[in-house]
């Protein structure tokens, strides 16, 4: 499963940009809530995460399937989104772009 191996880039990233004016937040979707809490476990996953058990996150954002990745400005507007895994580089990548830096 994908998820498996993209949780510890998004962790190591997170960690990298903690306190930079960027967050993560992770959101389990198509699994059950105890699932989810397992995934957040096994990864040592330190940035928040929810549940998504009536989908409404996925509908509002366009979520289907996982793993989906978006960046969401302070006005909940989606700046980019992807589906599949992600590579550190892309993340990265991604986040300098977004913010000029």
């Given at each position: 499963?994908?998820?498996?191996?993209?949780?510890?880039?998004?962790?190591?990233?997170?960690?990298?940009?903690?306190?930079?004016?960027?967050?993560?937040?992770?959101?389990?979707?198509?699994?059950?809530?105890d699932a989810s809490a397992a995934f957040v476990t096994k990864h040592g996953l330190t940035f928040p995460n929810g549940y998504d058990g009536d989908g409404?996150?996925?509908?509002?954002?366009?979520?289907?399937?996982?793993?989906?990745?978006?960046?969401?400005?302070?006005?909940?507007?989606?700046?980019?989104?992807?589906?599949?895994?992600?590579?550190?580089?892309?993340?990265?990548?991604?986040?300098?772009?977004?913010?000029?830096?």
């Amino acid at each position: 499963m994908t998820c498996n191996r993209d949780a510890p880039v998004w962790e190591r990233t997170y960690r990298d940009w903690k306190g930079k004016g960027i967050e993560f937040v992770g959101i389990g979707l198509l699994d059950s809530r105890d699932a989810s809490a397992a995934f957040v476990t096994k990864h040592g996953l330190t940035f928040p995460n929810g549940y998504d058990g009536d989908g409404r996150v996925a509908k509002l954002y366009g979520f289907t399937h996982q793993p989906f990745w978006a960046v969401i400005d302070r006005q909940g507007r989606l700046l980019r989104a992807a589906f599949g895994p992600t590579g550190e580089r892309e993340l990265v990548s991604t986040i300098k772009m977004l913010t000029g830096r």
